[in-house]
Nanobody, 126 residues
Framework: QVQLVESGGGLVQAGGSLKLSCTAS????????MGWFRQAPGKGREFVAA????????QYADSVKGRFTISKDNAKNTLYLQMNSLKPEDTAVYYC???????????????????WGQGTQVTVSS
């Protein structure tokens, strides 16, 4: 069983950048497919980005494509989300998620994942 802890959230002005980290413990990190999701007040959990267990392939929501970059360092047991050109509509609690898999796949819905971090708040002011 893997435990996930996010960090790196905060308050930033529109156009600024933040880098989120998700550190994993208790599992073989290289066997986990991972993703980032976010949830704004009054809204459901929304897909942001996904990465294969090898870290070689990625997928993004249209709303963040070209601005956000997901990466996975299997040697450091850490998942990252680099967020550039932030907009007020990016304001949300951001969650990392993981699922153990034998397959090299990208997973984009919350129900695909069974391990979640506690979330980190990102607030973008206009």
């Amino acid at each position: 069983q893997v435990q996930l802890v996010e960090s790196g959230g905060g308050l930033v002005q529109a156009g600024g950048s933040l880098k989120l980290s998700c550190t994993a413990s208790g599992g073989t990190f290289s066997m986990y497919v991972m993703g980032w999701f976010r949830q704004a007040p009054g809204k459901g959990r929304e897909f942001v980005a996904a990465i294969t267990k090898t870290g070689r392939s990625t997928q993004y929501a249209d709303s963040v494509k070209g601005r956000f970059t997901i990466s996975k360092d299997n040697a450091k047991n850490t998942l990252y989300l680099q967020m550039n050109s932030l907009k007020p509509e990016d304001t949300a609690v951001y969650y990392c998620a993981a699922v153990w898999s034998l397959r090299v796949v990208l997973l984009t819905t919350p129900d695909d994942y069974n391990y979640w971090g506690q979330g980190t708040q990102v607030t973008v002011s206009s």
